[in-house]
C-alpha cells in the first residue's frame, strides 16, 4: 500500500468505522498499535509498523498521532464517532476562515455554521487551507469568521494538534 492510501484507509477506520475491522477505539480515541495493523492485514489492508510511523510523519495534514512509546494511535481531528479528544481550550486569532461551496451558503446564512456529521466546526487559520477544504466540494466560497469577537462573548474554541480551530458551532452574526 502507499502511504496516501494507507492514510485514506486510516482515516476511515479512526475517526468513522473502527468496527469495519472488528477494532475498538478507547473513550479518547486511541487504537492499540498491534492491533490495528493484525486487524487491518486481516482485512487485506497490508502495512508495517515502519510505513505507518512514515504515514503519521508525513501525512499532509498531520492528521494522526501516536502516544509516546507508538503503542497507540488516533486521528488528532475530524472524527463522527463519539471521542473525547481532551482538546485544550486556545485563544482563536481575530479572524479565521471557512471554506464551503455556494449551495450550502443560504442554508448557512439562516443557521450559521453548524458541525453536520463531526464533532465540531473546522475553520482554518489562513484562506489557502480554507480555500482547499472548500474545493473539495467545488468552487470555494471563503468565509470569514469573527472569531476574536466569538472568544470575547464567551464562546468556546479548541486548537488540535495539527492546527485546526475547533468551535461548536458559529451563529450567523459571527460570519462576514
Ligand atoms: C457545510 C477535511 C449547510 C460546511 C477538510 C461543509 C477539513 C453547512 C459541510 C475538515 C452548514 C460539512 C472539515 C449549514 C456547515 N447548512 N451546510 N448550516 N454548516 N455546512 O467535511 O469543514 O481531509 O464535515 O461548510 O480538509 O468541509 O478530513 O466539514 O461544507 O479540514 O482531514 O457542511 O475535513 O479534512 O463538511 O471539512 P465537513 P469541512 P480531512
Redesign the pocket.
Known amino acids: 500500500m502507499n502511504i496516501k492510501s494507507i492514510s485514506k484507509f486510516l482515516?476511515l477506520i479512526l475517526r468513522h468505522s473502527p468496527e469495519k475491522i472488528q477494532l475498538t477505539l478507547d473513550a479518547h480515541g486511541w487504537a492499540d498499535v498491534a492491533t490495528l495493523l493484525k486487524q487491518c492485514q486481516a482485512h487485506g489492508q497490508r502495512f508495517t509498523f515502519a510505513e505507518l510511523e512514515t504515514v503519521v510523519a508525513e501525512n499532509d495534514?498531520q492528521?494522526f498521532s501516536f502516544n509516546e512509546d507508538k503503542t497507540r494511535i488516533r486521528a488528532n481531528q475530524?472524527h463522527s464517532l463519539e471521542v473525547a479528544l481532551d482538546l485544550p481550550l486556545a485563544t482563536p486569532p481575530e479572524f479565521l476562515y471557512?471554506g464551503?461551496?455556494p449551495k450550502?451558503m443560504q442554508?448557512?446564512r439562516a443557521?450559521?455554521?453548524?458541525k453536520?456529521?463531526?464533532h465540531h466546526v473546522?475553520l482554518s487559520e489562513n484562506l489557502d487551507t480554507a480555500t482547499s477544504?472548500g474545493n473539495?466540494?467545488g468552487a470555494a466560497k471563503i468565509l470569514r469568521i469573527l472569531s476574536g469577537q466569538m472568544h470575547r462573548d464567551g464562546i468556546p474554541f479548541y486548537l488540535s494538534v495539527n492546527g485546526?480551530w475547533l468551535t461548536d458551532e458559529v451563529p450567523p452574526k459571527y460570519i462576514q
Open positions: 482515516s495534514k492528521r475530524g471557512h464551503t461551496v450550502f442554508e448557512i443557521r450559521g455554521l453548524q453536520m456529521n463531526r473546522h477544504v473539495r466540494r485546526v
